[in-house]
């Protein structure tokens, strides 16, 4: 059974660093590329970073790149976001994914979202 549990959010002021942590279990994490959403209010959920599974390269929403970071560590099955310089416009719920091969084709799996919030 996949189960992806994000912790660490919160409120925080503008300038300010969060670090979200997304626990994976029930699947091969380790050859799994990871990735992190977020959806403000009325808003689209959003792709925020995507870390690969083996060479550990990653990509980044335009508007997050060179503040945020995204991390893994495979000895404990989690993906990291590191997100530092934080604005109002980063609040948003955050959730961790993985889309992972199925017998026919593949499927998206989330966690249950973390909420960050960037006020003064």
């Known amino acids: 059974q996949v189960r992806l549990v994000e912790s660490g959010g919160g409120l925080v002021q503008p300038g300010g660093s969060l670090r979200l942590s997304c626990a994976a279990s029930g699947f091969a994490f380790g050859v799994s590329a990871m990735s992190w959403y977020r959806q403000a209010p009325e808003k689209e959920r959003e792709l925020v970073a995507i870390?690969?599974?083996?060479?550990?390269?990653?990509n980044y929403l335009d508007s997050v790149k060179g503040r945020f970071t995204i991390s893994r560590d495979n000895t404990k099955n989690t993906v990291y976001l590191h997100m530092n310089s934080l604005k109002p416009e980063d609040t948003a719920v955050y959730y961790c994914?993985?889309?992972?091969?199925?017998?026919?084709?593949?499927?998206?799996?989330w966690g249950q979202g973390t909420q960050v919030t960037v006020s003064s």
């Open positions: 994914s993985a889309d992972l091969p199925q017998t026919y084709g593949r499927k998206r799996y």
């Open positions: 870390i690969s599974s083996t060479s550990g390269s990653t």
